[in-house]
Nanobody, 115 residues
Framework: EVRLVESGGGLVHSGGSLRLSCAASGFAFNDTFMNWVRQGPGKGLKWISEISSSGTFTYYEDSVKGRFTISRDNAKNMLYLQLNPLKVEDTGMYFC????????RGQGTQVTVSS
């Protein structure tokens, strides 16, 4: 059974930083591209970032390019997202996902950015 557990969210001021984590189990993590998706208040899911199975290649949605960094530790089955600097519009629930659409995702971790 696929299990994805996110953590690390919180309330921060604009310009601040957070590091999100996702613990993965129940599938071949080392062989799987991984994604982060976000759901803003009253909005649908939005793809944020993707990383290749080895971690060699990373991809970002334009609005987070240069501010967010995706990474992974295959030895620990962990996915990360460093968010810095944060903007108010980054507020939302962040999910790690097996695909860019969030079809298979965890329960999420809330990020709230105040002005």
């Amino acid at each position: 059974e696929v299990r994805l557990v996110e953590s690390g969210g919180g309330l921060v001021h604009s310009g601040g930083s957070l590091r999100l984590s996702c613990a993965a189990s129940g599938f071949a993590f080392n062989d799987t591209f991984m994604n982060w998706v976000r759901q803003g208040p009253g909005k649908g899911l939005k793809w944020i970032s993707e990383i290749s199975s080895s971690g060699t290649f990373t991809y970002y949605e334009d609005s987070v390019k240069g501010r967010f960094t995706i990474s992974r530790d295959n030895a620990k089955n962990m996915l990360y997202l460093q968010l810095n600097p944060l903007k108010v519009e980054d507020t939302g629930m962040y999910f790690c996902s097996l695909d860019r659409f969030g079809k298979i995702r965890g329960q999420g971790t809330q990020v709230t950015v105040s002005s």
